[in-house]
């Protein structure tokens, strides 16, 4: 089964921080690498911040764009990974040992077509 | 209201004396209860959801007319009406009916009600063989200590709602494979016994996991394991097993202080902590349990382990570490029961006897596939890199260790280890 685990970070969690800067690398560098050893990685990457998203509606036709993420929360979507596991108990398990679980919150939600 | 409009603080004082009450009741005697319920309809979930009916009522009327002289006896009764209730609406009453109940409730609220606690057949029944392993000791937390299947989904880290359905799932096969509730003959009651405590020290060893995750629902899970440690150990005092458990527990407990640096909170290994930071009560109720367990026969798995941690805890006086004494009693657990743990702790242990390279083989012999994502191999596998001086294999074997942690702050221990090694 397929599921995306959803990386929710603070700001300064984001990973375009200068390395230096950032004592979570090596943590985020060693959880890829041990999905990837597991051989469950299917896919991912980490997000610039939110600040460079931009936001666009279609309302009755208009477009309404605004700078900034979709929703404004403590924490924001920071990057996912893709992963294929047998069942919800072994994406758990890998989506507590994601560094973004301490660091803010970690969602898990199976694809469509798993 | 108008009545209890001018004396609010009385008003609220009566409402809290009688939650804390039931609180107190539910929290203290709630398997005893449920056991004690279940035996005679061997129904679980329809024993529980009486009592928490009956707990319900209980606020309501302990309110109105203060808690009653024996809490457990009201409950028990009022829990049994309910009970009756369901089945009387059920089959359809046959007349006087409602007179025998009243009756009955009537002696049991009379009589001071000695309640016999069925709680070790309950335990048993939870850990029968025809129930799934994985679920004996959520079951167990359940229905012996009250715990709401949320608590325990996210102890076990699984969804809350799929939790709560094995838990149904759970108590219907008992129901419905009519497991009974008795206690097994001599002969077969060690190997039952054995399934109850595997079920106990996995609620512990949970609540040690999670100590840095979550400090308050690590407490939670240590104590109600601990609780259910002296219990077992008190209802079956003829099992050797239940007081090592009990002593195993006990020691790990009275380093809890130690295990986090108070200045930074960082986590701190064993063989580095301040060992004037143990608790010296707890370590003598390990002592006095596994003496207990010492006199009653063969050492099992558990015999085993409270006897390594009683060595470690002896470090408080004598100063150092008995690694022959330690090794040598790992060697008797790996042949008592060969898990990965105990093979990675003896590997951990011959280090100390006879050097890295020899702990190293050792630890190669674990097959791969049982290992590979098994946090503790690979931090044990990283620590005799370093004693042996490889320090790419070392530096490999942290990074899946960091890899493969959950909580922040082992991850930073061992982040930490990993760059001293590259200065």
Known sequence: MKFVILNYVKPRNFADVQPENDPDGPAWGAYTKALLDAGVMVGGAALRPSHTATTIRLSEGRRDLHDGPYAETKEQLGGFYLIDVPDLDAALEWAARNPAASLGAVEVRPLVQG | ?423
């Open chain 2, 1 to 423: 209201m108008g009545r209890e409009a001018g004396r609010p603080d009385s008003a609220g004082e009566a409402r809290d004396a009688a939650a804390l009450a039931a609180e107190r009741v539910a929290r203290l005697s709630y398997g005893k209860l449920v056991a004690m319920l279940a035996v005679r309809s061997r129904d679980i979930a329809g024993a529980e959801d009486a009592l928490a009916e009956a707990l319900l009522r209980a606020i309501a009327d302990w309110r109105r007319f203060g808690p009653p002289a024996n809490p457990e006896a009201w409950l028990v009764t009022v829990a049994r009406r309910i009970d009756a209730d369901r089945w009387r609406r059920a089959v359809v009453a046959a007349e006087g009916a409602g007179d025998w109940l009243l009756r009955e409730d009537g002696r049991l609220a009379s009589a001071g009600l000695e309640i016999p606690d069925d709680r070790l057949r309950l335990m048993l029944v939870c850990a029968h063989p025809a129930i799934d392993p994985a679920m004996r000791t959520p079951l167990m937390l359940q229905v012996v200590l009250g715990i709401d299947a949320r608590r325990i989904a996210s102890a076990f880290l699984v969804s809350p709602a799929a939790m709560g359905q094995r838990l149904s799932r759970a108590k219907a096969r008992i129901a419905e494979a009519g497991l009974r509730f008795e206690l097994p003959s001599r002969a077969d009651m060690p190997g039952r016994a054995e399934a109850v405590l595997d079920a106990i020290y996995a609620a512990y060893s949970l609540g040690w996991d999670i100590a840095f995750i979550d400090a308050g629902r690590s407490r939670d899970l240590v104590e109600e394991a601990l609780w259910l440690a002296r219990l077992v150990a008190d209802l079956a005092p003829e099992q050797a097993e239940a007081h090592a458990l009990l002593a195993l527990v006990l020691f790990a407990e009275s380093r809890r202080a130690a295990r986090r640096d108070p200045a930074t909170g960082r986590f701190v290994p064993l063989l580095e902590q301040d060992t004037g930071l143990w608790d010296a009560q707890l370590i003598a109720e390990a002592e006095r349990a596994l003496r207990q367990a010492g006199t009653l026969g063969d050492r099992g798995r558990f015999g085993y382990e409270a006897a390594i941690q009683a060595v470690h805890a002896a470090r408080r006086r004598t100063g150092t570490a008995d690694w022959s004494a330690i090794e040598h009693l790992y060697r008797g657990l790996v042949a008592a029961s060969p898990t990965l743990g105990a093979r990675i702790g003896h590997a951990v242990a011959l280090a100390e006897t006879a050097g890295a390279a020899e702990a190293l083989t050792q630890l190669d012999a674990i097959p791969a596939a049982r290992a590979t994502q098994h946090q503790p191999y690979w931090v044990a596998r990283a620590h005799l890199m370093t004693l042996a001086g490889d320090k790419a294999g070392a530096m490999e074997a942290y990074g899946k260790a960091i890899g493969l942690t959950e909580d922040a702050a082992s991850r930073r221990f061992l982040t930490d280890r990993r760059e001293r090694l590259d200065s």
